[in-house]
């Protein structure tokens, strides 16, 4: 979207994807095209305010992840070494009780 300089005037076009092709659609000049402007500036800035929460949101779930996998990682410790101590091997992925102590 933008003002483009023809001559001794200023125009608003909005411009438009279609396919591989961007379009330029002519808005016109004046008070209209200024609000137009104004509208999409306002439309711009919502939209960046609404990517930058969502951001946040996933650097907050990302940090929640990454505490979640250490604790985790920690309880795997903690389990392992109780089941060992205890006389417990691990068979396959299981837990066992050693036969013969």
């Known amino acids: 979207m933008a003002w483009e300089q023809r001559r001794e005037r200023s125009y608003y076009y909005l411009k ?6 961007v379009r330029s659609v002519y808005v016109g000049r004046g008070d209209l095209a200024q609000t137009c402007a104004e509208t999409a500036e306002d439309c711009r800035q919502e939209q960046e305010c609404l990517r930058a929460h969502k951001r ?3 650097q907050a ?3 929640i992840d990454r505490q979640l996998k250490d604790a985790e990682a920690m309880l795997a410790t903690v389990v392992n070494t109780t089941l060992c101590a205890a006389g417990y091997h691990k068979h396959k992925g299981q837990w066992r009780r050693k036969r013969h102590a």
């Open 16 to 21: 438009m994807r279609e396919g591989a092709r």
């Open 56 to 58: 946040q949101a996933r």
């Open 61 to 63: 779930e990302a940090d």
